[in-house]
């Protein structure tokens, strides 16, 4: 079971799809090289709580992710995945790039 999540969870952040657009509708392609998976909350284990996130991201020419702001999510999984976004690491980029 433990497995199985933090195998859907991988694929669910992996989709969070490697084209972004920038505020000019450029399509640019993000290579991540840093993945974090979010820890998952002992309180949704013992629930048997799963569900999709949807986040925005904004990264820094440098790779870095500037903020993660969880659009759509359970309340219980939120802050898990805004503190593992915000430690993913990209390739540089030309400039800011919003996911």
Known sequence: MKQSVRIALLLTFCSL???AQ????????????????PAYPVAARKGRMQGPTTT?????????????????AHPIFQDYVEA????WVFEPVPKLTAL
Request: hydrophobic share 40%.
């Open 17 to 19: 799809g490697v084209l």
């Open 22 to 37: 920038t505020p000019s509708e450029t399509k640019t392609t993000l290579h991540i090289k840093r993945f974090v998976v």
């Open 56 to 72: 925005e991201l904004q990264v820094r020419p440098d790779g870095t992710v500037d903020s993660a702001n969880v659009v759509r």
């Open 84 to 87: 593992a976004l915000k430690q």
